[in-house]
């Protein structure tokens, strides 16, 4: 019976093979419309950032093996983040990044700076094509503004296929230039943090500082980074069934790596904010991963595994384990997904500090860059429509566990909570069609 | 840790371009390869807003892709 059913299977790919001209043509033309692609996210979390994402991404065959990918996202940021500041028991008062104003956070709680407040634009083209033998070409291009940053880079990539097709060995490199230009300036690293307020007349008011005081914490209107990035990746098809794929990925990022709307807090030995310094990282960053992946059908559902290994000269290291469970459901699917995500902080990662650190030296109490755990756990629904398009939904739960690096906390700091969870929910619909 | 996880992902590739001639399928056995949710990665839409959420949020990123940059969210 196998051996019938292979034998007919041979025997229509060699009738397919001996057409190939003209199926290929036929299919040419039917898939030369473009295709798109789209989604729309929520991002929540509580008490803090709020987000929403729009991506429209549209695919266009023009010949045989000639793809355009044109990617256009959209997202818009509010709410409030944590400024790297210490919690204390009484109320704190820190100077909005932009000088204008300030904002007081009450007592116990994590300090957040309310006025985080965004919108970005991201466009990306990506052309892919076969070449000469068993070679295929990628190149493309991003560009990604909001208010206060640019990104420009360019990317391309070849990859050659072996054994049938079996094995694809890929390589890529992608270039890029960030620059940041933050309302109010940039703060100098480890710079006192200035008491300055502007009323809402525009008129200074100098009971708590001076605009001269501010202006002295800044030492420039910009700054910039340059990345430099390679990808070196095999995929391999194990069998009817199994489909792996290794990655190695090399990121070297030189330039302004600070950020500018981070500080930390400087304590006494009773734990009490004396003060709170801009914070200051490295201006180089090495980063390394490896990654792998596998792909396994079982009789009707579909098996999702990835892990990645991630180190870098910041004296970070970080391992994530992703896994989905496609399965069908009715005419569509349904889609599991848990995320686990471990990560050991920088070597200049300190919740607080006891003394001001010394010049040239490199502090930040910013919590990503800390001791921490992610838990994702989602669902993904999605079915056809009768036209042809796809819709599909996704609600997932994020959850980040910032934990003490080890250190001592002192006095008041002992009795709050400055390692608070970070709660997260995600709301998706996507529509394809 | 990097020379080692280095050593093994050389071993990998070794392995992979020695023995990947015993690997694999025939052209006309990919019919479950070429389901759409057998894409290593079957939804590039939901691969970016995750890349772009955990690039924000934690300090690793790359791997699946370019580590990359593309925003001021971190």
């Known amino acids: 019976m196998n051996k019938s059913l292979s034998f007919s299977a041979a025997l229509s790919a060699a009738v397919s093979a001996l057409f190939v001209a003209p199926v290929t043509s036929v299919k040419a033309e039917e898939s030369n419309a473009w295709k798109l692609d789209s989604a729309v996210m929520y991002y929540g979390e509580t008490d803090r950032v709020q987000a929403v994402e729009v991506i429209v991404g549209g695919k266009k065959e023009f010949e045989d093996g000639h793809f355009l990918d044109l990617k256009f996202t959209f997202d818009t940021l509010t709410g409030a983040s944590a400024t790297g500041a210490v919690a204390q028991p009484n109320i704190q008062s820190f100077t909005r990044p932009s000088g204008n104003g300030r904002y007081t956070v009450s007592a116990n709680e994590t300090p957040l700076d309310d006025t985080f407040k965004d919108t970005r634009v991201q466009l990306n083209a990506q052309w892919t094509q076969p070449l000469k033998g068993e070679y295929t070409l990628s190149t493309g291009a991003h560009l990604s503004k909001e208010y206060d940053y640019l990104s420009l880079g360019i990317n391309a990539g070849l990859a050659r296929e072996f054994n049938q097709k079996n094995t694809t060995v890929s390589a890529g490199l992608s270039l890029g230039q960030d620059t940041i230009t933050p309302e109010g300036g940039l703060p100098i690293p480890l710079y006192e943090m200035p008491h300055y307020i502007n009323s809402p007349n525009g008129q200074p008011n100098n009971t708590e500082g001076s605009s001269s005081d501010f202006d002295a914490s800044r030492d420039r209107s910009s700054d910039s980074k340059q990345i430099v990035d390679l990808l070196f990746g095999v995929t391999q098809v194990i069998n009817r069934r199994f489909i792996t794929q290794f990655n190695y990925s090399y990121s070297n990022v030189d330039g302004y790596q600070t950020d500018p709307f981070k500080v930390v807090s400087v304590v006494d030995e009773n734990g009490v904010t004396l003060n709170n310094i801009y914070e200051s990282r490295p201006d180089k960053r090495q980063k390394n991963s490896v990654y792998a992946q596998g792909k396994y059908h079982l009789s009707k559902s579909v098996v999702d595994v990835s892990y990645r290994y991630f180190w870098d000269d910041w004296g970070i290291k970080s391992n994530s384990i992703d896994a989905k469970y496609w399965m069908p459901m009715g005419k569509g699917y349904l889609e599991p997904h848990i995320r686990y995500y471990q990560q050991d902080e920088a070597d200049f990662y300190q919740p607080f500090v006891t003394r001001q650190p010394e010049v040239d030296s490199n502090v930040s109490a910013d919590y990503r860059i800390g001791k921490l755990t992610g838990l994702t756990l989602g669902l993904s629904y999605g079915f056809p429509l009768n036209n042809g398009h796809e819709i599909s939904f996704r609600a997932e739960l994020y959850r980040q566990k910032v934990t003490d690096p080890g250190v001592n906390n002192i006095g008041v700091i002992n009795q709050l909570d400055i390692f608070p969870d970070v709660d997260a929910v995600i709301f998706q619909t996507n529509y394809s069609f | ?74």
């Open chain 2, 1 to 74: 840790m990097s020379f080692q996880v280095r050593k093994l992902l050389l071993v990998i590739v070794v392995l992979h371009v020695s023995a990947c001639s015993s690997l694999g399928v025939k052209p006309w056995e990919r019919n479950l390869l070429a389901k759409k949710q057998m894409a290593l990665t079957s939804s590039p839409i939901n691969a970016a807003l995750d890349d772009h959420i955990y690039f924000s949020k934690e300090a690793s990123s790359g791997g699946r892709g370019f580590a990359g940059g593309g925003c001021g969210c971190n």
